[in-house]
Structure formats: structure tokens, C-alpha cells
């Protein structure tokens, strides 16, 4: 019997009432849950935090409203005091009513769309938003539901295991240069304000992204850096030459570097110790993200002043939980400021999140070996595939010996392939008996049309596809992480979909 069965639009995935994922089991399915259609909208119990309010957080937010005679205003819980005030700030005094009511803190501000919509596009972006644990925990106190999700914690002290698990991946770091974050968006967002206030302070105010990133970092480049002129995109992973001229011209003035390693969607490795060398020869930070392929892949620190992670991939390999990483190097000419700044700056994990996190993540090496025994094959079944057009994922011949110059093994390819068809896309995706959703390094296996559910606003416009097609991406492309059930089976669902 196959290990997949078709999972109906909407339930979570994988079935955690703290899932991170949820099923959109046909392209109307994408699409509508895009554009917000009411018969799609209906069916979702949840989805990912940053972007779908978690019930409980809806739950606690009505009985907030009702209890500080907000009825009838739209309600927004932070994850702390201070991320309540960066979003106040956000908005205009003008607008919000703050409040706080024992540990909860947020705002509210009249229904209004456009207000609603800068309010949520910040916690997204920045990853904001109040934790689903914290919501339940404060529902049950308060009398509102029965009890908490029974789930296995781990029952010592969480922060210290979860820095014991993590530190061997970050040589030659120690205890205190992990700082842990509510999200792998946080600490994004933590570091490089942290890191482009000190670069400020010198002169250096020009930003520059390498490659196609995930699209609220862009968005984080985009809306932080101090002028467009200051925001410098670099379509060509591969172009050294181009940004040798780049520091050239503009050394001086050049903040940092921010490059995913690899990539996400198209899963491209550049040449990491070359640029590195080039930054710090002229003084710009390196900001690395390696959660693709994970960081216990990667010797990515070596090559970083700041290495910036997702721990919702891989090590919270349940898939039930948001948590990310930033780690200093220690060797680093600005460690002492980065590491003090940016803790200050960074969302703290909410405590059952953390024995959640702590209780998964000694078992990433074992997830880890056997996801990676499973990509080569399933890469190798799409790459012979008549149906098939292109396939991505870490050993691509195009970047495969920059991605072993960083790797810790042949063998630590993380869970990505991306690949894109020959024929129609929504009759692949729909005969697809996969789990479908967003989210990645689970071990639940996951497939999603990536950039209709990224940037949907890019691949309904004519305008927004000639910018994907710049970039080298289709906007077809699906994106494809392998979990830890049988690869025959993996296999077997992709064979039929394909015909």
C-alpha cells in the first residue's frame, strides 16, 4: 500500500492543530487560496503562521476585543511588547489602539483594508505574529478551551539542548553566539537591521542581494534599506566578474551581501568563499541563509559574519512549530556589537515552542540520512522523465562543485528538488496523490506550484513573468521536498501523475 493518500483542501499537514502546513490539493485550490476565494477560504483550518492568523490567535483576539471594548475594530496580537510597538510605529499613531492585557500584547484599528493589509504584510514580513502555543496556553487559562494539545515536550531545560544539538554545526562558534528567534523571518529581519544600523553608522548604506531570495527577505532588502539606489540586485548567482565590478565602483559604500546558499526556488549554489572574501576585503558584511539544504549541511559560518536559519525546517522536522537561528562568528571584526544588537532586537521563542523544538531536534541527523537517501533517486527518475523540462536541486551540474566547495559531505543535499513540465501544470498537480502545501525539510514529503503561492502577483501579469523570466525562473516551476516515507512510493506518485 502507498504511503500517500489524497488529502482533502484545507487539513492540516501534518495534522498538528500547530501544523505549519495545510493541503491545496488542485491549482484551483492555489489560485483560490491567492485570491482569497470564499468556497476555498472555508475549508482552511490554518496554514502557515506568517502568513494564515492561527485560529487560537482569532480566538483570543475576539475575546480581547470583546473585553477592551474593541468590537467591531480589527485586532492584531505580537509576540512581544516591542514587536507591538514596531508595528504601532508601522501604522501611525493616528490609527491604532494600543493594549495590553497580562502577557499579551497588541493593537487595534478601525476595519479598514488598507490598514489591515499593512498591519499583517509587517507581521508576515517580519515575523510578528503572537505563537499558536502562546494563543492555546492563554485560551486555556482564561477558561476558553478545555485543555492544551496533548504533544511530547521535552522535560529539562530546552534552550540548553537545543544549543547542545545545534553548536556542532557552527564551528568554531560557542553557546553565545546562537541566538535563537520565533522564526526564521525574524531572524532575518533582527540581523540585518542590526547589522545595516552599524554599516549606517560608517558610510556603508547599499545592500546587495545575490540571486532570486525567498520573497520576504527581498521584501525585508526592499523596504529597509534607505533609498531604491541603496537596494542592488544581482540576477546571476554565477556573476563573479559582475560583482567584482560591483565592489569596485561601489566598495566603500557597500553595507553587506545577503545570499541564500543555496537558492530558493531554482536551488543554485555560488561561489561562497570567493565572495566572502570579496566583501571582507572591502569591509561589507555576509549575511548567509542555508536553510534549503540546512545548516547542519553546510560549513557556512567559516564564510559569514552572520549566518541566518530557519529551524521550522529539519530540526522542527514535525513540521508543527516555527523557530529561527541567527549565529555571529565569533571571528568576525564586529562580533561584539552584532551579537549584543542583534539579541536585542530578536522575537524571543515562546517557552513551550521551545520544548516542542527541543524534543525534535535530536533527531534531525537520522531525518537528514534518510531524506538524503532518497533525492538522488527521485532527482534521477525526474531527470530521465520525458515529461519533465528541468530539474533543480544541489548537485545541478551548474553549480554542483560550488555546492560541494561548502558541503560537509557529497551525501548533504537537503530535501529540495524544484522542477518544471513539458505539458500542463495543473493537470500534473491535480492527478498528484503527494501531500501539497507550503513548507519544506519536514517529514512529510511536500509539493507546491512555488511561485503561485510566492508571488502570485508575478505570475498573473505579463509584466510580472518577464520578471521571473529575467531571472531565470518559471513561473511553472514546482518545488518539490522529500520526506522520510519509502522513495518507491515518492517515486511511484510522481510516475503516475506524469503519465
Not at 566603500?252 to 576585503?281: F, K, S, Y
Not at 551548474?398 to 561548502?406: F, P, Q
Not at 513573468?465 to 525562473?473: D, K, W, Y
Request: hydrophobic residues 45%; aromatic residues 8%.
Amino acid at each position: 500500500m502507498s504511503a500517500f493518500v489524497p488529502i482533502p483542501l484545507g487539513q492540516r499537514i501534518p495534522g498538528s492543530v500547530h501544523s505549519v502546513s495545510c493541503s491545496l490539493p488542485t491549482m484551483y485550490a492555489v489560485c483560490g487560496y491567492e485570491e482569497k476565494k470564499p468556497d476555498v477560504m472555508r475549508h482552511l483550518s490554518s496554514g502557515y503562521p506568517r502568513f494564515v492568523v492561527h485560529p487560537f490567535l482569532q480566538q483570543l483576539a475576539l475575546h480581547l476585543a470583546e473585553k477592551h471594548g474593541l468590537a467591531g475594530q480589527r485586532v492584531w496580537l505580537a509576540s512581544s511588547a516591542r514587536m507591538a510597538d514596531e508595528l504601532a510605529a508601522h501604522l501611525g499613531a493616528a490609527h491604532v489602539t494600543r493594549f495590553h492585557d497580562g502577557a499579551i500584547h497588541g493593537l487595534a484599528h478601525p476595519e479598514i483594508s488598507e490598514i489591515a493589509g499593512r498591519a499583517k504584510t509587517f507581521l508576515q514580513n517580519v515575523g510578528g505574529f503572537l505563537s499558536s502555543r502562546a494563543a492555546e496556553d492563554e485560551l486555556v487559562q482564561r477558561g476558553l478551551l478545555p485543555a492544551a494539545q496533548p504533544e511530547v515536550l521535552h522535560a529539562g531545560n530546552a534552550e540548553e539542548a537545543i544549543r547542545r544539538e545545534l553548536l556542532p554545526a557552527f564551528p568554531p562558534a560557542q553557546a553565545r553566539d546562537l541566538l535563537l528567534a520565533s522564526s526564521g523571518m525574524n531572524a532575518i529581519y533582527a540581523a540585518f537591521r542590526a547589522s545595516g544600523e552599524l554599516q549606517a553608522s560608517r558610510g556603508r548604506t547599499i545592500w546587495v542581494q545575490l540571486g532570486w531570495l525567498y520573497l520576504d527577505t527581498i521584501i525585508i532588502l526592499q523596504k529597509f534599506t534607505r533609498t531604491p539606489d541603496n537596494y542592488v540586485y544581482v540576477r546571476d548567482v554565477f556573476d563573479r566578474a559582475g560583482l567584482e565590478r560591483l565592489f569596485a565602483e561601489k566598495g566603500d559604500r557597500i553595507a553587506g551581501i545577503v545570499m541564500e546558499v543555496p537558492t530558493n526556488p531554482l536551488i543554485q549554489t555560488p561561489e561562497v568563499a570567493a565572495i566572502a572574501a570579496l566583501a571582507r576585503q572591502h569591509g561589507a558584511h555576509v549575511l548567509l541563509d542555508p536553510s534549503i539544504t540546512c545548516a547542519w549541511n553546510l560549513d557556512a559560518l567559516r564564510h559569514s559574519d552572520l549566518v541566518l536559519s530557519s529551524l521550522t525546517k529539519y530540526t522542527a522536522s514535525e513540521g508543527d512549530l516555527t523557530a529561527g537561528l541567527v549565529v555571529v562568528n565569533p571571528a568576525g571584526p564586529d562580533a561584539d556589537y552584532l551579537r549584543q544588537r542583534i539579541a536585542a532586537r530578536l522575537e524571543p521563542v515562546y517557552a513551550r515552542d521551545l520544548s516542542r523544538l527541543a524534543a525534535q531536534i535530536g533527531q534531525t541527523r537520522q531525518v537528514l540520512a534518510q531524506i538524503h537517501a532518497s533525492v538522488p533517486q527521485v532527482a534521477a527518475f525526474l531527470e530521465k522523465h520525458p515529461a519533465v523540462k528541468e530539474v533543480f536541486w544541489a548537485l545541478h551540474p551548474a553549480s554542483r562543485e560550488n555546492y560541494l566547495d561548502v558541503a560537509r559531505s557529497p551525501e548533504a543535499v537537503g530535501s529540495m528538488i524544484s522542477f518544471s513540465l513539458r505539458g500542463s501544470l495543473e493537470k500534473f498537480y491535480d492527478r498528484l496523490r503527494l501531500p501539497k502545501g507550503p513548507s519544506f525539510g519536514m517529514k512529510t514529503t511536500l509539493i507546491c506550484p512555488f511561485m503561485y503561492l510566492a508571488h502570485y502577483d508575478l505570475v498573473t501579469t505579463e509584466a510580472g513573468r518577464a520578471e521571473l523570466a529575467a531571472s531565470g525562473i518559471d513561473p511553472e516551476l514546482l518545488r518539490l521536498s522529500i520526506g522520510t516515507e519509502p522513495t518507491a512510493d515518492i517515486i511511484a506518485a510522481l510516475a503516475e501523475a506524469l503519465g
